[in-house]
């Protein structure tokens, strides 16, 4: 395995920023410091870039098996570490669904082979992601599976769920639940408030949100397990957390940047990339949303990306899949919205977009010191781009974000000491 | 005089829709006194409807004709969309068969406007979902300009399913750019949040509403909405919302009434109401020829 060096990198840590050359051989960090003209392979002049630790996606939709149309594990990882991603965990809404061991060595198997971001599985909770009975979660965990969830499909009998998270507390497992109450959301498309009314489409009440939350919130309570909330969109549910964490609740959640960087004016011109489940909301949940983030409600920051065909996208709004890609540009849109506003830190950032992640998935958590994994990326944090869907290399280019123009860019992904973009 | 399509009066301006409804008036009179003409001659123009109507579809193709178009009819009940064909290779197959114009009602918001984009022909939207219907619209709107001679001050009072009209929505886009003032009334279930976005009062008492009234508006109660639990049952949806004599002539005797059809006697409005002196039911149907000539001769004709 080659050596690298990386020259006059800055490397963030809680307290301060500083500047020194990292040194990797072996797939781990051997040196940081003044390293001199230190000889290796490869040498990357980081000069006034960010040396960062390798992000980490608990949340993304690679579509494969079943949906090799939209996305495969090979592109979604290449996608992926694109975006300064060096570990992702796919959800199991794949088809068939990842609910019996053999599917989820499957996973592990794939992302191996395509040799990009790590990749982990994420298994159902429930079999046949039916919402009925439980899947073999301790044999799915020795298969590899991070964690587990029904996303999409959301367990909406609060019975099956109340199990699901006592049983998984036998092996501290964490659920994710897409909190959803689909009696409430029906055949909505787009957030219920004014700008649905405007465009004349179904709304979402933000309660179908909420009400999940708080079920899933007390039951955690009044079980003792603990819980992590998917792509947390509105005020009330930020709220709701605030409160549980506040109250000892082991509940964590994760937002997604299209959360904190956009709202359901999208919506009025009927573009379909901004069809995404739960809705863009309104101004002031995007404030909530950044607020939440400031103050540590928030979790995670996760991409939900969620990749579709043209064909599926190009059509009539209501007929659309609800999604947006996510990989590549949600560093840039944290970077963009969260620290060039001043509402966080790089220090944060790294914790919400990889720490964190890595302890409520049990990774191993990766730092810019000596000994640690070379998991590593290096961002530009004065780069200027213009995001153009076609130019994204996963499969699918349904991007919200097509023609925005964002601060910050990736320009090296380094996964176990080999440099993968 | 503007752009390739009529998707909608939400991004029209007050001088757009005063000059097809002037447009309008001539071709009135030529409705009116069975004077053919011949503005669209050698064009064509297609009904594309993936809901069922028979008002609408008709008054297209009549006005179509009255200006000299052939016309065609595609249906989705017996079209290739019923294998599946997509919405955008369906209008793409309409370019080909060189069709000028593609009128376009659609269950689904947004519908004319994917569409619009993906055709060299005009789009005008005979409908979409609960967006827009600006033609009849247009044509309401010209209903009451014939009547009180301007739109400027008129209270306009709709009542009735406001979260899912289209119609209402086109007519508060185009009400308060013409200057009135406009009132929706409904149990809250049948109204939109945000509704006063588009310039209207809401109020949740008819009676209260009708004061000062120049135009009340029924707009269709579909049986489903009661089956979906919006709101109990269509005797007391009548009773608190019902379009009455009593209440007309009570409140506000000369206003006019005014329902986009089909009307559903005894629900929305009165049988007797209906049929009432002030009554322009009819005569909205014959204004909806005249309005919708009015914007393919404006459309169409002015194709290179």
């Known amino acids: 395995m080659s050596s690298i060096l990386i020259k006059n990198g800055t490397i963030v840590e809680p307290e301060a920023e500083t500047v020194a050359d990292v040194y990797i051989e072996d797939g781990r960090i051997s040196r940081t410091g003044s390293l001199g003209d230190l000889r290796a392979d490869k040498v990357i002049d980081a000069s006034g870039k960010y040396v960062i630790p390798g992000l980490v996606d608990m949340h993304c939709h690679l579509r494969e098996p079943g949906f090799e149309y939209k996305e495969t594990i090979e592109t979604g990882a290449l996608s992926a570490v694109r975006g300064g991603f060096t570990s992702v965990a796919c959800m199991p809404n794949t088809d068939p669904v990842i609910d019996v061991p053999a599917l989820a060595r499957y996973i592990v198997m794939r992302g191996k082979e395509a040799g990009y971001a790590r990749v982990y599985p994420i298994a159902c909770i429930t079999k046949g992601m039916k919402g009925e009975e439980l899947t073999e979660m301790a044999a799915l965990k020795d298969a590899g599976a991070v964690a587990f969830s029904d996303d999409g499909r959301p367990v909406s009998d609060s019975g099956v769920m109340r199990n699901a998270l006592e049983y998984a507390k036998t092996f501290n497992l964490l659920i994710i639940d897409h909190a959803e109450d689909k009696s409430v959301s029906g055949s909505g498309v787009v957030n219920e408030g004014a700008n649905a009314t405007i465009a004349g489409l179904r709304g979402i009440n933000r309660a179908a949100e909420e009400i999940m939350i708080a079920r899933d919130i007390v039951l955690a309570e009044a079980l003792g397990a603990k819980v992590h909330i998917a792509h947390v969109s509105t005020a009330g549910g930020v709220e709701l957390i605030r409160e549980a964490k506040q109250r000892g609740v082991r509940v964590t959640c994760e937002t997604c940047p299209h959360y904190f960087s956009a709202t359901d004016e999208e919506i009025l011109s009927y573009n379909t990339n901004a069809k995404i489940n739960p809705p863009l909301r309104e101004q002031s949940d995007r404030e909530a949303v950044i607020d939440g983030i400031r103050d540590g409600t928030i979790d995670v920051i996760a991409t939900d990306h969620a990749p579709h065909s043209a064909d599926e996208k190009n059509r009539e709004f209501d007929l659309a899949p609800f999604g947006t890609v996510g990989f590549e540009t949600a560093l840039s849109l944290a970077y963009t919205y969260l620290v060039e506003t001043g509402d966080i830190d790089m220090s944060a950032l790294i914790s919400l977009m990889s720490h964190n992640p890595s302890r409520l998935l049990g990774l191993p958590l990766v730092n810019v010191k000596a000994g640690a994994m070379a998991d590593i990326t290096i961002f530009d944090p004065a780069c200027e781009w213009t995001v153009r869907a076609e130019e994204l290399s996963g499969k699918s280019k349904n991007c919200l974000y097509d023609g925005w123009r964002l601060k910050g860019k990736v320009l090296h992904t380094i996964v176990g000491g080999e440099i993968k973009c | ?304």
Not at chain 2, 5 to 15: I, N, P, Q, R, S
């Open chain 2, 1 to 304: 005089m503007f752009k390739k399509d009529l998707l909608g009066l939400k991004d029209m301006t007050a001088e757009e829709i005063t000059g097809i409804l002037d447009h309008a008036e001539s071709m009135k009179d030529a409705f009116v006194s069975g004077r053919q003409l011949s503005s669209l001659a050698g064009r064509c123009v297609t009904t594309l409807f993936y809901e069922n109507s028979t008002r609408t579809k008709n008054s297209f193709e009549t006005a179509a004709r009255m200006l000299g178009a052939r016309t065609m009819s595609v249906s989705a009940a017996t079209s290739s969309v019923q294998k599946g064909e997509s919405l955008i290779d369906t209008g793409r197959t309409l370019d080909a068969l060189r069709t000028d114009a593609i009128a376009i009602r659609h269950s689904m918001a947004g519908a004319p406007h994917l569409l619009a984009a993906n055709v060299k022909a005009c789009v005008i939207n005979a409908g979409d979902g609960m967006n827009e219907h600006p033609t009849q619209s247009l044509l309401d709107l010209y209903t009451m300009r014939e009547k009180f001679g301007t739109i400027k001050g008129l209270r306009v009072v709709l009542v009735g399913d406001v979260r899912h009209s289209r119609v209402a929505r086109s007519n508060l886009w185009a009400l308060s750019k013409l200057g009135a003032e406009t009132v929706v009334v409904g149990p809250c279930t049948l109204i939109p949040k945000g509704i006063e976005d588009l310039g209207c009062e809401v109020s949740y008492d008819i009676e209260d509403a009708l004061i000062g009234a120049n135009v009340v508006m029924g707009l269709r109660i579909q049986r489903e909405r009661q089956k979906a639990g919006l709101f109990p049952s269509i005797a007391e949806y009548n009773a608190e919302f019902g379009i009455t004599e009593e209440r007309l002539y009570g409140i506000c005797e000369n206003a006019l009434v005014m329902h986009p059809g089909p009307v559903n006697r005894g629900v929305e409005l009165s049988g007797e109401v209906a049929d009432c002196g002030n009554s322009a039911i009819n005569e909205q149907v014959t204004n909806g020829v005249a309005v919708r000539m009015a914007v393919m001769d404006i459309l169409v004709g002015g194709r290179e």
